[in-house]
């Protein structure tokens, strides 16, 4: 009896490990969503871009951390997406490759 009472305290901890570490795993992958980076301030894409032009229209320029910090993404995140708006012409950039300081596109002279 007691063989059989440890026996399935094992099998209960075990299956219980496992459970918990495929859950643990489909949330840190789910993480990968740039919507799972969003801390409330914006809930898109679109609306971190609209936040963007936002805080670029009313400062001029801004560093990344300054933008990380008052959109609520994640760094890495909008480092990305950042990049995608520098390629698309959206936002212009100035700086070394650690630093960079961004302005909107059409207000660069």
């Known amino acids: 009896m007691t063989l059989f009472v440890v026996m399935f305290a094992f099998t209960l901890a075990q299956f219980l490990a496992s459970f918990l570490a495929s859950r643990l795993s489909t949330l840190l992958l789910?993480?990968?969503?740039?919507?799972?980076?969003v801390l409330?301030?914006?809930?898109?894409?679109?609306?971190?871009?609209?936040?963007?032009?936002?805080?670029l229209e009313r400062h001029g320029m801004a560093s990344l951390s300054?933008?990380?910090?008052?959109?609520g993404v994640s760094r890495n995140w909008l480092s990305g997406f950042m990049a995608a708006l520098e390629a698309l012409g959206v936002v212009a950039c100035k700086g070394t490759r650690?630093?960079?300081?961004?302005?909107?596109a059409s207000q660069q002279q």
Do not use: Q
């Not at 650690?98 to 909107?104: H, S």
């Open 30 to 37: 789910s993480s990968c969503s740039p919507f799972f980076w």
């Open 40 to 55: 409330g301030v914006v809930e898109s894409s679109g609306d971190v871009l609209r936040e963007i032009r936002r805080h």
């Open 66 to 71: 300054e933008l990380e910090r008052s959109l």
């Open 98 to 104: 650690t630093y960079k300081i961004y302005m909107l």
